[in-house]
C-alpha cells in the first residue's frame, strides 16, 4: 500500500501539538511504575521534624543507560508534589500576612543535575542554588548543611532528587568521589530528608563494597536498576511489543503502522537496544516528519530515514571524490548496499541479527549490574495494553 498524504481535517491539532502530546506522555510500563514505587517507598520514610519518631533518612539509586527512562521517572514523580505558596496552603491569610509571606515556597522535592565531574564544593552550589541561596566562601561543611537543613525546614523539603549523579563518580580521582559520598552521608544524617540520586551504571560505584564506602552504604535502599526489556524472554519481547502499541495509538495517524509486528518490533528494538526513552526519541522524529509530509503512517523507510539521519559524518563529506572525467552510471550501488546494511530498518533479516550481535557486544558494560536489579512484585502481565496518561493527570 503507497503511504499517500492523508487529508486534513478542519480543527486538527497542529504538527507541533501534536508531537508534544506524544513527547510528554507518560506510558506506565513496568519498569517505569517499578521505579515510582521504589520513590513512593522511599518518600513514606520521611516523618516532620516535630515527629516524635523519625526514620532514618536513606538514599536511593536509580540506575540505567541513556534513554532507559531515569528522568522521565523522576519528573513523572514530582509532577505530583509541585511547588506551592503559603497561600495555596493556607488560604484564610489576610492580604498582609499575604504579602509578608509571599515568599515562603514549600518545595517538598527539590531536583538538581550534579555538575560535570561533581566535586564537593560544586555539588553544594547546586542545591544551595535549587533553594535560590548562594554558599559563602568561608563556610565549611558543617556550617553548608547547617543551612541547607535550615532551608529545607522552611520550605517543607521532604526530598532531593540529585540526576545526573554518574558525575559524582570520578574513576580518576577516587578521594574526590570519596569526599562527594560523605558530604551525601551527612545530609542524610543531619538534614533528614530522603535522597534519590539517578545516573548511569558507573553511578552503582559508590555503593561498591569496601571500607570507604561502608557508611554510605549502610544508609541506601536497595538500588532501582532499569534494564531494558529482553528481546530473548517471552515476557520482555511482550512488554516491548505493547508498549510499542500504545506509542502508535497515541501518534493518532489515519492508517495503522504495525509497529508492535515482529518484523518491525525487532528491528526498532535493534536501533534503540530497547531502552523505552530511545524508542520515543525514535518515533517522535518519525511522526514529525510523517506529519510534515501528511504521511498516512510509519513505515520502515521513513524510520531508515530517521536512524541513518543520526549517524551521519560531517567529516566524510557529501560523496566519494572521483576523477573529472569519470562517467557516472548508477556507480555507488556498493556505498548504497553498505549503508542498508547497517541500517536496522532496512537491512536484511539475516544482517539485523548480525547489528542485534553487535549491539549486544556493545552494550556489555551495562550487563554487569543485571543480578543487581531491584526485586519487585510487579510484573508484565502479558498482552493487555496500557493506558497512557499526562503527566499532569
Aim: net charge neutral; glycine share 6%; charged share 25%.
Amino acid at each position: 500500500m503507497t503511504n499517500k498524504p492523508a487529508p486534513i481535517a478542519a480543527g486538527t491539532p497542529s504538527a507541533p501539538d501534536i508531537v508534544l502530546a506524544f513527547e510528554t506522555t507518560v506510558i506506565p510500563h513496568t519498569r517505569h511504575v517499578a521505579t515510582k514505587t521504589a520513590i513512593r517507598e522511599l518518600h513514606g520514610r520521611y516523618r516532620p521534624l516535630d515527629s516524635d519518631r523519625r526514620f532514618k533518612a536513606r538514599a536511593l539509586l536509580i540506575v540505567g543507560a541513556s534513554g532507559s527512562g531515569k528522568t522521565t521517572a523522576l519528573e513523572d514523580y514530582m509532577a505530583d508534589f509541585p511547588d506551592m505558596t503559603l497561600e495555596d496552603t493556607c488560604p484564610s491569610l489576610s492580604d498582609d500576612e499575604i504579602e509578608r509571606l509571599k515568599d515562603a515556597d514549600i518545595r517538598r522535592i527539590v531536583y538538581v543535575e550534579a555538575p560535570e565531574r561533581t566535586t564537593r564544593r560544586a555539588l553544594v552550589a547546586t542545591i544551595l542554588g535549587a533553594f535560590g541561596y548562594r554558599a559563602r566562601e568561608h563556610w565549611n561543611t558543617s556550617e553548608v548543611i547547617e543551612k541547607i537543613a535550615l532551608y529545607a525546614e522552611q520550605m517543607g523539603t521532604q526530598m532531593i532528587f540529585i540526576d545526573e549523579g554518574h558525575h559524582m563518580v570520578n574513576e580518576a580521582k577516587p578521594d574526590a568521589t570519596i569526599e562527594v559520598t560523605e558530604f551525601i552521608k551527612s545530609l542524610l544524617n543531619r538534614v533528614k530528608v530522603q535522597i534519590v540520586i539517578a545516573g548511569l551504571p558507573q553511578l552503582l560505584d559508590i555503593a561498591a563494597p569496601g571500607p570507604k564506602t561502608a557508611q554510605l552504604r549502610r544508609r541506601l535502599q536497595p538500588p532501582m536498576v532499569l534494564r531494558p526489556y529482553s528481546w530473548v524472554t517471552r515476557s520482555g519481547r511482550t512488554m516491548f511489543s505493547s508498549v510499542l502499541g500504545v506509542m502508535e495509538k497515541m501518534m493518532e495517524l489515519p492508517d495503522p503502522s504495525g509497529l508492535s509486528r515482529h518484523d518491525i518490533a525487532k528491528r526498532i528494538y535493534v536501533a534503540t537496544h530497547g531502552e523505552i526513552g530511545m524508542v520515543s526519541k525514535y518515533l517522535s522524529r518519525a511522526l514529525s516528519l510523517a506529519l510534515a509530509r501528511q504521511l498516512r503512517s510509519i513505515d520502515l523507510a521513513l524510520l531508515g530515514e530517521v536512524h541513518a539521519s543520526w549517524f551521519t559524518d560531517y567529516s566524510s563529506g557529501d560523496d566519494d571524490i572521483i576523477d573529472f572525467d569519470t562517467i557516472i552510471e548508477d556507480s555507488d550501488p556498493d556505498r548504497r548496499q553498505t549503508a542498508m546494511q547497517d541500517n536496522p530498518f532496512l537491512c536484511s533479516s539475516d544482517q539485523l541479527k548480525t547489528l542485534w550481535k553487535k549491539g549486544c557486544d556493545a552494550y556489555a558494560p551495562h550487563a554487569s549490574f543485571a543480578n543487581d536489579t531491584r526485586i519487585t512484585r510487579l510484573r508484565g502481565t502479558g498482552p493487555a495494553p496500557y493506558q497512557p496518561f499526562g503527566r499532569g493527570d
